[in-house]
């Protein structure tokens, strides 16, 4: 009281600042007060000099009529006029105000909280008499199984409502006094571990149990209740389930029970779980159901547990487990192997190569007929009564192998299996599996010709090197462009290498080209063996004969036309040159060359005659009715001696010049030059200016002609060299070895004259040179010492003959010694 009064001083100086919202006054009564009444409870904080208002008192309204509250206007207290309740009512809200008799308000309105403090006056109660309760067997210890419940009227959470439960005594006291144990706070009748164990042994037991319960907590004092607890041992059901087994699809009412689980004690919630979590649910009676259709293939096999567990969700025991296995249908087809990149398989492979194994994969339970799948080839299909297949399908393996059909390189194939289950039984589920097959191709042809005689070809002699002689086409029948790359060689016919191909691999042709002259006379015709070859490596058979092909090829002889050393020809004839001068030689510009045959074409005047193998032009007859100045131009052909048909031609031109006289130069006094016979290449050059030295110096060319002499013309044969020189030759085999003088008639710049050339005519020696004596050297022979040498050779000659003959006639008659024989030859030599 002196606190709240003190409280209210203190709270009275700022009181006209919290007019509007005065603090609650808080005051307590104890319960079931025993003294005099009225009990003053605390002062109001109210001025004095508002004294002369009315305090009205309000509240709980029907309380306040006939109230225990009332306010002494004299002191201005609260104050209670009977005892208080806390059951009945444990708190009271009031509310007091000063007011005028008008009803003004003068002070407050301020609220009191009046609160009855509690007295233990209340018993506990527990809520039934007799409590009964089923014990199964197999509880574990300290699982509660009864909930007992007491209650206290005294306020909640002081001593005075703190209840203790405490087991009073047990009947039976078998096999031992505490079997039960009873958790003291919250009544939670439980076996003891000691209990436990000896359950079993007390079937159909009974027990009663005297239980109390107390307030004031644990302390000695307080009230106090008891009632009974019959507890009957019950057997225990809760026993293992055997294995459930499921079809998968199942068409059924759902939920569809499946098993029940019995906790047979009282008390008890059932809790299920599914490892993995699966469409199950148990109810309140322990019935256990699927909730909806099952798939194997997505889960086969489920554990479930069931737990027994009481009020509080404590387990009674160890969980019952249940092992649900979903049953295969048949309600999945095989499924085909994706469909990959197409195998290659090699052409030529040998029947039975392994193409693929198929495998299809079956969802249904692996080993039932649901998943044992067999394969049936249903594209290509075999065809009726053919001898040989193209693909072999084992069925029950799904191996697919090659049959003995053959195969083309390049073949596509997509190859269609039917896949089924049930081991292809009616029913079955199936899908078509495919499988795309390339056969590749193999280097198994060799390139071959497509002709393998070519030619004869001509090719003239003459022909460039780097001609194309011919093509050769090659096909190989393989596929792969690297399979058919080829490469070509000569093989044969052609030693000198005449002949070169140029051909790339691949491109199926190759160009024979002439590589070196060709001579007719060399080789006359080749005939190449060319072989083409594949660049790969060949498989299989040898190339055949088509590997080969051979070129004939004939050399056509060229024969040029004659070739003259001019290519016109120009000479100049004083007009007084008697018939049968030479006035020049036609030659062939190449003395290697066939014989030429000479001719005049139209020489129309008939002045010149040619010699028809030598080429030499003469005047045939006398030039008359010609002017000096005067030309004459004919043409001259000549023709191969072997080949008539070539030909050719030059122009001949004649100049002619004013007579003159010619003048007989003595022979000049040079040297008689040696000649020898028969007929060598020897000759004797001739200088035109060495006649005539004082115009030696003068520009023109000299012509030379031999004197009209027809022995002369006969026997000599004279060549103009160059411009100044001339040659002169024997035209005979044989010429008379003796002393010649030679005419020889020089023109020069319109003026003639003759020269007379001595030639000592002589027999040839072994060299092809004058046979000459020593001694002999100087002077001429004779005719007598020719002569002579002539008579000596002849009886030379005729000794010899005698002694052969001699010889011949001794040896027939064979009895003469050899010795003898050899006599006559002795003296001879
Ligand atoms: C081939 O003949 C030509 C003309 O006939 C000639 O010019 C060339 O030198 C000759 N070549 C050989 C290597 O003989
Ligand atoms: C001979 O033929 C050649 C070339 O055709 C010609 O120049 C010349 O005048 C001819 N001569 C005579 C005498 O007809
Ligand atoms: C002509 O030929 C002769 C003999 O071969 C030679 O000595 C002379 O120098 C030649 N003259 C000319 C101009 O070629």
């Not at 050339?757 to 092809?768: A, P, T």
């Amino acid at each position: 009281m002196v606190p709240a009064w003190l409280w209210l001083l203190c709270l009275s100086v700022p009181q006209v600042l919290l007019e509007a919202q005065p603090a609650e006054l808080y005051v307590e009564v104890p319960e079931n007060y025993g003294g005099n009444f009225p009990l003053y409870l605390t002062k109001l904080p109210l001025h004095s000099e508002e004294a002369e208002g009315k305090i009205v008192l309000s509240g709980d309204l029907s309380m306040v009529a006939e109230g225990p509250f009332a306010v002494d206007p004299e002191s201005g207290f609260l104050l209670v006029t009977r005892a208080l309740d806390r059951e009945e009512q444990a708190e009271y809200r009031l509310q007091v105000t000063l007011e005028t008799e008008a009803g003004h308000v003068l002070w407050g309105p301020q609220p009191v909280l009046v609160h009855v403090k509690d007295e233990n006056d209340q018993v506990p109660h527990f809520s039934q008499v007799i409590y009964r309760a089923q014990l199964s067997q197999g509880t574990r210890p300290g699982t509660p199984f009864l909930f007992l419940e007491a209650s206290d009227g005294d306020e909640p959470g002081t001593a005075n409502s703190d209840l203790r439960f405490h087991i009073l005594s047990q009947v039976p006291a078998q096999p031992f006094t505490d079997m039960f144990q009873l958790e003291p706070q919250l009544g939670a009748l439980a076996l003891s571990p000691q209990g436990s164990t000896s359950l079993d042994y007390t079937l159909d037991g009974h027990y009663q149990l005297l239980v109390q319960v107390k307030d004031m907590g644990d302390q000695a004092s307080g009230h106090q209740a008891t009632a009974t607890i019959d507890v009957s041992i019950v057997e225990n059901t809760w026993v293992p389930l055997e294995p459930i087994h499921l079809a998968e699809n199942l068409k059924a009412l759902y939920p569809h029970l499946i098993a029940q689980v019995h906790w047979s004690g009282g008390g008890v919630r059932y809790l299920l779980e599914s490892q993995p979590p699966g469409p199950f649910e148990v109810d309140t009676e322990g019935k256990l159901y699927v909730t909806r259709e099952l798939d194997r293939e997505s889960q086969a096999e489920y554990l479930l547990q069931v737990w027994a567990q009481n009020t509080h969700g404590e387990d009674y025991a160890e969980p019952l487990e249940l092992q649900v296995v979903v049953m295969d249908e048949n309600d999945n087809a095989p499924v085909c192997p994706p469909r990959g990149p197409p195998i290659s398989i090699p052409e030529l492979s040998l029947p039975g190569t392994e193409v693929i194994r198929l495998s299809a994969e079956d969802a249904d339970a692996p080993g039932s007929p649901n998943a044992h799948i067999v394969y049936q080839l249903l594209i290509p299909e075999p065809e009726e009564g053919a001898e040989e297949i193209a693909f072999e399908l084992d069925p029950t393996s799904g191996s697919m192998t090659l049959g003995a059909a053959p195969l083309q390189a390049g073949q596509n194939i997509l190859l269609q299996v039917l896949a089924v289950d049930l081991a292809g039984a009616e029913g079955g589920l199936s899908s078509t599996c495919e499988v795309a097959v390339l056969i590749t191709d193999i280097n198994d042809h060799a390139p071959e010709f497509t002709t393998s005689q070519i030619g004869p070809i001509s090719l003239p002699e003459d022909t460039e090197p780097g001609t194309l002689v011919a093509t050769l086409i090659a096909t190989d029948a393989d596929l792969e462009p690297a399979f058919r790359a080829m490469n070509f060689a000569i093989e044969a016919g052609d030693v000198e290498r005449t002949f070169g191909l140029d051909w790339e691999p691949d491109i199926g042709h190759a160009q024979l080209q002439l590589c070196k002259n060709l001579s007719y006379e060399a080789a006359p015709s080749y005939k190449l063996v060319v072989v083409v070859r594949s660049v790969a490596n060949l498989v299989g058979p040898d190339p055949g004969p088509g590997s080969t092909a051979t070129v004939t090829v004939l050399v056509e002889r060229v024969v040029s036309p004659p070739k003259l050393d001019q290519e016109s020809y120009e000479a100049r004839v004083p007009v007084s040159t008697p018939a049968g001068s030479l006035l020049l030689t036609i030659q062939p510009s190449d003395s290697v060359s066939s014989p030429l045959r000479f001719s005049l074409v139209n020489d129309s005047e008939g002045w010149l005659c040619i010699k028809e193998g030598s080429g030499e032009v003469h005047t045939a007859r006398p030039l008359q009715g010609i002017q000096p100045g005067d030309t004459y131009t004919v043409l001259v052909e000549a023709q191969d001696a072997d080949e008539p048909g070539l030909s050719t031609s030059a122009t001949l031109m004649l100049h002619f010049l004013k007579a003159q006289p010619a003048l007989a130069l003595p022979p000049a006094p040079v040297p008689a030059r040696h000649l020898c016979t028969p007929r060598q290449s020897q000759g004797v050059v001739i200088n035109g200016a060495s006649g005539n030295s004082n115009l030696a110096s003068e520009q023109g060319p000299y012509s030379f002609a031999l004197g009209p002499n027809p022995t002369v013309q006969r026997d000599w044969r004279l060549q103009a060299l160059n411009d100044s020189h001339a040659y002169l030759t024997l035209a005979l085999h044989w010429v008379e070895p003796q002393e010649h003088v030679v005419p020889v008639v020089v023109s020069h710049n319109d003026r003639m004259w003759q020269l007379l050339v001595r030639v000592v005519v002589c027999r040839c020696n072994v060299e092809g040179q004058c046979l000459r004596k020593v001694g002999h050297m100087k002077g001429m022979p004779t005719k007598l010492s020719a002569v002579g040498i002539l008579v000596g050779t002849l009886a030379a000659i005729g000794f010899f003959l005698i002694l052969i003959f001699t010889h011949l006639a001794l040896s027939r008659k064979k009895d003469l010694d050899q010795p003898v024989d050899s006599v006559p030859l002795k003296v001879a030599v």
